[in-house]
């Protein structure tokens, strides 16, 4: 259910926004990566949910750049 909500705030977002949205994505998952290589991480499924936002927001873009 929270993945539906999130793809329908993605769909109403600017290329623009979604653009950003992707950068800020993948800085957090490398600042994820990064803890995890450390052992500072104590959530490591937050790697995999910032992985599958980040191909959400590239399929979005996807779509916006088809239609």
């Known amino acids: 259910m929270k993945a539906s909500k999130y793809l329908e705030e993605l769909r109403t977002m600017t290329p623009a926004d979604l ?30 949910e910032v992985r599958k936002n980040i191909a959400r927001i590239q399929t979005i873009i996807t779509e916006k750049a088809n239609a």
């Open 19 to 48: 653009d950003a949205r992707l950068t800020e994505a993948k800085k957090e998952l490398f600042n994820l990566r990064f803890q995890n290589a450390t052992n500072q991480l104590e959530n490591t499924g937050r790697i995999k």
